[in-house]
């Protein structure tokens, strides 16, 4: 069926530190991929999305390429800040009306 | 506004009780649902209404009911709740599109059952 796999965490890093968050989906179609963040307490905000094979989303310093030939969406970024503090979740569409969400990583910044 | 709006933000009840949960968008949004999310889990699809009319409902027990009365509101009834239904409980919408488009969220409702 589909699903989304997300390694496992917590991911801690220093301040200023580059993050990668690896993400890889089934490959049922071609879905559409996002990821979310969740901070403490809170709903999830959409950080980024990409729609098609090659496709780069990108927002706040965060970019992830949708890559058809490894089936991955993994989240990148250069120079991660005590404020990215926070859950990720990689989710990719299942039909017209369901979101799959992968498990979640956690990570921790410390300055 | 790409707001979704989710009242109340936290709700305490008995087993006994009945209790509703609220959710608002503004957006045009013709798909809305419900997500429930437990601990370090990932949210959880219960309910989706498209066009106010439900369309996905996950197997989800009869103490849970939910309402579409309009393109903008989504409630969900509560009743006769158990201790393990205590949660995060998320309202989301998005348009409706082939090939899908991003959810917002709202900030949820943290629902304790004592």
């Known amino acids: 069926g589909d699903s989304v796999t997300q390694m496992e965490g917590p991911v801690t890093l220093s301040e200023e530190a580059f993050l990668t968050i690896n993400c890889t989906y089934t490959a049922t179609g071609y879905p559409s991929l996002f990821w979310y963040v969740q901070y403490p307490g809170e709903g999830l905000q959409l950080l980024l999305k990409?729609?098609?094979?090659?496709d780069k989303g990108s927002n706040k310093g965060f970019e992830a390429t949708y890559r058809k030939e490894t089936t991955s969406f993994h989240l990148e970024k250069g120079s991660v800040q005590v404020s990215d503090s926070a859950v990720y979740f990689c989710?990719?569409?299942?039909?017209?009306?369901?979101?799959?969400f992968g498990t979640g990583t956690r990570l921790l910044v410390s300055p | 506004d790409t707001e979704v709006t989710q009242t109340p933000k936290h709700l305490v009840m008995g087993m006994t009780n009945k209790k509703s949960l609220k959710c608002e968008q503004h957006m045009g949004h013709r798909a809305m649902y419900w997500y429930k999310q437990k601990a370090k889990k990932p949210p959880e699809l219960m309910f989706v209404?498209?066009?106010?009319?439900?369309?996905i409902n996950e197997s989800v027990p009869s103490r849970f009911s939910p309402e579409c009365p309009n393109s903008s509101l989504l409630n969900l009834h509560l009743h006769a709740l158990q201790p393990e239904d205590s949660a995060l409980y998320l309202c989301?919408?998005?348009?409706?599109?082939?090939?899908?488009?991003?959810?917002?969220f709202g900030q949820g409702t943290r629902l304790t059952v004592v």
């Open positions: 989301a919408s998005s348009h409706i599109l082939e090939g899908g488009t991003e959810a917002f």
């Open positions: 990409a729609t098609k094979a090659d």
């Open positions: 209404y498209s066009y106010e009319k439900l369309s």
């Open positions: 989710a990719r569409r299942a039909g017209f009306q369901k979101l799959v």
